[in-house]
Structures are given as structure tokens and as C-alpha cells.
């Protein structure tokens, strides 16, 4: 089973630019979360998903869009990129209930 | 320990030494807590959890306390070894879906 993965590792975005970070979970959970990781900081939470068909936003949600395609995936788009999004970014899942999340590898994303 | 929005704490501790990490939290209402171990480059990994119901509880080798009272959460490593090196962030989960998280604490263990 691979958990969670992310796609791509790294990301170099001029200023204006639109992406779209894609997440893939085999680990048949309801909920998916996107965060974000700044230096020094601990992860905030941009949007996410309690189950297939919903999305909320987080924290800091302005400038970022998410899809819910289907129970597995869960996408972030950057619709026009700034620097202050340059950050790692951090997909996560969680089965029903109180209970752990589990992480993907991160997206690095870099915007000039 | 851990704050949100200070500076990254940092422990250095000699290995086979045990190591205490700690955490502030902010939300009473909140009613479950989790450590998670960050290694450079990589996700943040589960480390151990405990419900509001409880004061204490034990994996292997690592322990958290919970003290409601002064919303504190610690984490103790026992025997730290090298391959803990990394940084330990504490969340706190106030709702049924959504998690805080603190600023994380940089623990070096030195051979």
C-alpha cells in the first residue's frame, strides 16, 4: 500500500501562474486535509474534506480552491500564484472519528 | 516547549539520556491530542495519542502526559537514540475534523 501520495515533489511557479497539487490516498479514509508548513511555524490548515462530496476551509484558505474527485483524491489549486504561497504543502487523511491523520511526503513549492 | 507562533525550541540531549518535550495547548474544549515526529524532508509522522479522559499514556519507549488543568501536554522519550532526532509537534483537536498545531520542538540527540 503506498498511504498517501503527492504530487509533484517540487514546484517552481512564476508569480501570476496557475497549479493545481494533486493527493491519492489507498487507505479508504473518509477525511483528506490540506496544509500548509512555513519555517518556524507548525502546519495550518488551508481546507478539507470530512467525506467524498464535501469541502470546508480551514485557516487560511484565501487564494487556494480544492476538488473533491472522489473518495481517494483531494486536489489544491493555485489559481494565480504569489510569493507569500511559497511554502511545503502537506496533504493528509483520517479515517471517521477522533483519530490520527496520516501525512503524504509534501509538495515544495516555490513561487518567484 | 512549544508555543504557537514563537521562535522553533530546540533540546539537545545525550543519547541513552530521556527527553522531555512539551507542549501548551489552547482550546479546553479540545478532547484529543496527538504527538507527531518530523524528520527533515519528510511528513510528519504519528508518534502516540491520548483523549481528554486520560492523564496518561504509554507506547514504546515514549510517554505523554496530559494536565488539563494548565491545558500542558508533554511527550517523554525514554533511552533517546540518534534516529530520534528530528521535530516533535504536538495538535490538538478541538472538533470532530479539524486539527491545531503547535510550532513544533527541535530535538538533537548527540551521540
Known amino acids: 500500500n503506498a498511504g498517501v501520495t503527492q504530487t509533484p515533489k517540487f514546484q517552481v511557479l512564476k508569480t501570476g501562474q496557475s497549479m493545481t497539487l494533486q493527493c491519492a490516498q489507498d487507505?479508504?479514509?473518509?477525511?483528506m486535509y490540506w496544509y500548509r508548513q512555513d519555517p518556524g511555524m507548525g502546519l495550518r490548515l488551508i481546507y478539507y474534506s470530512a467525506s467524498e462530496g464535501t469541502t470546508d476551509k480551514g485557516e487560511v484558505p484565501n487564494g487556494y480552491n480544492v476538488s473533491r474527485l472522489n473518495k481517494r483524491e483531494f486536489s489544491l489549486r493555485l489559481e494565480s500564484a504569489a510569493p507569500s504561497q511559497t511554502s511545503v504543502y502537506f496533504c493528509a487523511t483520517k479515517r471517521a472519528g477522533p483519530y490520527e491523520q496520516y501525512f503524504g511526503p509534501g509538495t515544495r513549492l516555490t513561487v518567484t | 516547549g512549544e508555543s504557537v507562533g514563537l521562535h522553533l525550541p530546540t533540546l539537545s540531549v545525550q543519547e541513552g539520556d530521556n527527553s522531555i518535550i512539551n507542549c501548551a495547548y489552547s482550546n479546553s474544549a479540545s478532547d484529543y491530542f496527538i504527538w507527531y515526529k518530523q524528520e527533515s524532508g519528510k511528513g510528519p509522522q504519528f508518534i502516540i495519542d491520548?483523549?481528554?479522559?486520560?492523564d496518561k499514556r504509554q507506547g514504546q519507549r515514549v510517554t505523554v502526559l496530559l494536565n488539563k488543568t494548565v491545558k500542558h501536554l508533554s511527550l517523554q522519550i525514554a533511552a533517546t537514540q540518534p534516529g530520534d532526532s528530528a521535530v516533535y509537534f504536538c495538535?490538538?483537536?478541538?472538533?470532530?475534523?479539524?486539527?491545531?498545531f503547535g510550532t513544533g520542538t527541535s530535538l538533537t540527540v548527540i551521540p
Open positions: 491520548i483523549r481528554s479522559n486520560m
Open positions: 495538535a490538538e483537536n478541538p472538533t470532530g475534523n479539524q486539527f491545531y
Open positions: 487507505m479508504n479514509h473518509n477525511s
